[in-house]
């Protein structure tokens, strides 16, 4: 079945940027949505950014609108996330996750990475 691998996450400087990396085996993705999740401790998880299968279609979360990116090579089988202009809020371990539909409800996704750690200092 297929695995995900988050990678990229780390310290960032406010206003700085970071680019996070999932890498997907056991499996093509070319049929896969995939999108990027995150939680903060004490907070629940929330949705970061989705893209379907031929980067037709990407929505992400208003907190994020205008600063991440999210997009993928389906020959590499790998999805990015560009984050831009970080801000403490961003700080939180980010997951990668996949399925065969699209949706901003990580209980629709089957697959999951063990996630990137992404820490924003002042």
């Known amino acids: 079945q297929v695995q995900l691998v988050e990678s990229g996450g780390g310290l960032v400087q406010a206003g700085g940027s970071l680019m996070l990396s999932c890498v997907a085996s056991?499996?093509?993705?070319?049929?896969?949505?995939m999108a990027w999740f995150r939680q903060a401790p004490g907070k629940e998880r929330e949705f970061v950014a989705t893209i379907n299968w031929d980067s037709e279609h990407m929505e992400y979360a208003d907190s994020v609108k205008g600063r991440f990116t999210i997009f993928r090579n389906n020959a590499e089988n790998t999805a990015w996330l560009r984050m831009n202009n970080v801000n403490a809020d961003d700080s939180a371990v980010y997951y990668c996750?996949?399925?065969?539909?699209?949706?901003?409800?990580?209980?629709?996704?089957?697959?999951w990475g063990q996630g990137t750690q992404v820490t924003v200092s002042p």
């Open positions: 996750a996949a399925d065969r539909k699209m949706s901003l409800s990580g209980d629709d996704f089957a697959f």
């Open positions: 056991g499996g093509s993705l070319i049929m896969y949505a």
